[in-house]
């Protein structure tokens, strides 16, 4: 047994009797984590100037990115903020238990569907390390055990915090040992995408590039997204100005987000009105601008876009632009270049939004509004675990309900089928309030 | 492009013109198709005579089993039952487009939570015809686009149901043509697996091996269940009236049943008390059991069971005992050994019952109840679409919510998130009823 597969069984069995953990008790565990996060601030942030000088090595040779080095460095701001996130994790609902119907099938026969935690999650993230605060929190929470592989340039922070997190589990006796792990190595994680005998999920949190590894790499299923090419089609009653404040803030508020648009569709019929206004705008914001050949005839100083860019998260200040006939080629072009991420209509037409929110096949589908806002905290979920462009299970910004599951619990009194199928008894399928 | 490769990309075409599908028509197509499969009678018979024909040859040389040539079968009453069956499902509540939550954001920023198809989904199927209705039914009702591989011994059975629903389908001018198709070949099979790119969900019904090859051999997302390996552990107050009834039903009842249990365990302090009475009671039924060492001391003519027999699905009048230390032992062994599916205890002591309902880690958790209960109509769902083991979307019985997913809806009028990033405006996250 690897040590890996040993860290694994030991998670799966604490899954289990994490299933006797009470809402207090995980409470009170989360609360004392927050504080103990606080109180070793200065141990951690230490940890943290041992990454750095490495991390600012590389950033020197080109090894790592600016951002990458930004997401690596903790402050105070940013430990007070993992503090409570802790702690506003600690005042979501306790899903584990809930029923969530009752229903009787016959005399003396009653059906309970019952969420329960998933089981046994890895985490797999890169630079941040306050994902290590935040997801083990969530585990607590939802009484899912958890395997965190964190990035090899954050190694000292990473094991700074869990060690914080893991001595405050230990400190309360009746917690199952192993329920959270920290491990390090790539080794890990090949080791891990092959364990389906142990982990029934795999939340990736990083690069596109991380989540496609993962993806297919993997038969255990996998929350999250890897694309994000996100739209914005202007319709023909679109308002100018929303036009403009929209677009503008979902390219330029924060354009590696993976919800900043990558491609705008236009309706023909506008183009004239619209596109030379809106292309001035992005432009003073300092975006770059490929076009499709409608454009370049409408507006000068447009690069000319290719099939590749309809493809392509640029994850900076570069936004495609391309001239449609009207809302049903629309709708096509994103459900076939799109990543089902966020895609937005800008229109004043209610027919036509939604039609465009009921046939574009995405997690999210706006309404005069920017794509920026598809977000678990703007969403009011309390605590994200992360965006899922997956069909099943979960779609979208993912709150703590993603990591759930239910259970039928199935209560009689001695009930056998054979007295239903002879006859003797029926069923009544009765709701119970 | 391969045929099956046009096949899926048409399909997923349809699946999103489907979500301009009403109620009213939905429910019109199956009340026709019910209507068509009636007055089709004697075609789907006939085609039928020609399956079984072949299957007697077979039948004679060993190449399929009596129950597999029996579910090949047709009569007047399976008919009946499909007719039936279609036009329950039209009853059902027609899920899509369904809003299942709405919240205010913000001032003037409206989210709903809506529910909608999952896309396009590929049933994969081994001798019963029937599925073929059932499916297609369910597939219409939920707008979801399906692709149908039968099994080649009931070729031309499938292909004339197929017939007349297609027909149906194709008279009624505002359905998207390719919603349902039919594929017949073993590498059409091989291709839908690599079709990740189309395929949103793959169900397959029928044996051990299918399930198990189809989840071992594709990225897309599997709904199903491949071992069914089923326990019933008997508490120290557990009531012998009960334990004789439910362990009886629950073997003998229907015992190729994927719900049917397996193994029995048994609390050490009640062996002597109740194993020979429910031995008595099982031999007296024809079931060969087969027992641990304190089974053997306990009661004669028992053989000896090995490790490998607590993980058999024996399908058969077989049964495996075993004696455990208490409730612990039992929900580990369960844990360990079982398969997810569907397990029972039997006892007097409540709080018994509960820890072990919460701690056994399988879809179905039941108390003084035969297992047999397992089953999307006996928990009145009105159509199954399969019993799932996985940990994610869907556990259990699945009926047709099974076949759905969710999308995010926002409504704004032009906003930004810049003006939340900067305090111009404050989240207020409020439930709307």
Redesign the interface.
């Known amino acids: 047994m690897t040590n890996l597969e040993e860290i694994a069984k030991k998670g799966k069995e604490a899954s289990?009797?994490a299933?006797?953990l009470n809402s207090d008790l995980k409470n009170e565990v989360l609360f004392k984590i927050a504080q103990n996060l606080e109180t070793s601030k200065d141990f951690i942030l230490s940890a943290n100037e041992k990454d750095l000088a490495d991390a600012k090595k590389m950033l020197e040779n080109n090894e790592i990115s600016k951002s990458a080095y930004n997401r690596l460095k903790l402050d105070e701001n940013k430990l007070k903020d993992m503090v409570q996130g802790v702690s506003d994790i600690s005042k979501l609902e306790d899903l584990v238990?809930k029923t969530l119907w009752k229903?009787e099938?016959a005399e003396g026969?009653e059906?309970h569907k019952v969420a329960c935690p998933?089981?046994l999650i890895g985490v797999i993230f890169e630079a941040r390390p306050d994902v290590i605060s935040q997801i083990s929190a969530l585990a607590i929470k939802s009484s899912n055990a958890v395997v965190l592989k964190g990035g090899s340039e954050a190694k000292n922070t990473n094991t700074a915090i869990f060690e914080v997190i893991n001595n405050t589990l230990k400190s309360f006796p009746g917690f199952p040992e192993g329920f959270i792990s920290l491990v390090y190595t790539r080794e890990d994680v090949s080791e891990m995408l092959k364990l389906d005998k142990y982990f029934?999920?795999i939340i990736p949190r990083g690069s596109n590039s991380l989540v496609k590894f993962i993806?297919?790499n993997t038969?255990i299923?996998v929350?999250g997204h890897s694309d994000g090419i996100c739209h914005i089609y202007i319709d023909e009653t679109a308002?100018i100005?929303?036009v403009l404040?929209?677009c503008?803030?979902a390219k330029c508020?924060?354009p590696s987000a993976c919800n900043s648009v990558e491609t705008i569709l236009i309706n023909k019929k506008v183009v004239s009105d619209i596109l030379p206004k809106l292309c001035e705008e992005l432009k003073n914001n300092g975006v770059l601008i490929k076009g499709d050949k409608t454009c370049l005839e409408t507006v000068l100083g447009i690069e000319s876009a290719t099939e590749a860019d309809w493809k392509t998260e640029y994850g900076e200040k570069v936004v495609s632009i391309k001239c449609v006939e009207g809302l049903d080629e629309a709708?096509e072009h994103i459900?076939l270049y799109g990543s089902h991420h966020t895609d937005a209509i800008i229109t004043e037409n209610k027919g036509n939004a939604e039609?465009f929110?009921?046939?574009v096949?995405?997690?999210?589908?706006?309404?005069?509004?920017?794509t920026?806002?598809?977000d678990g905290f703007?969403?009011?979920f309390g605590a994200e675990v992360g965006i899922s462009t997956?069909?099943?299970?979960?779609?979208?910004?993912v709150g703590i309900e993603g990591l759930m599951?239910?259970?039928?619990?199935?209560?009689?009194?001695?009930?056998?089928?054979?007295d239903?199928?002879t006859h003797k008894r029926s069923?009544t399928?009765k709701t119970i309030n």
């Open positions: 289990i009797k299933m006797l238990n229903k099938l026969i059906l998933i089981g029934d999920l993806k297919e038969k299923p929350l308002d100005n929303k404040k929209i503008t803030d508020q924060y709708i459900n039609k929110m009921l046939m096949d995405s997690a999210g589908v706006y309404h005069n509004i920017s920026r806002f598809a703007r969403y009011g997956n069909k099943t299970h979960a779609r979208g910004p599951i239910y259970k039928y619990k199935l209560y009689g009194s001695g009930d056998i089928v054979s239903f199928t069923f399928h």
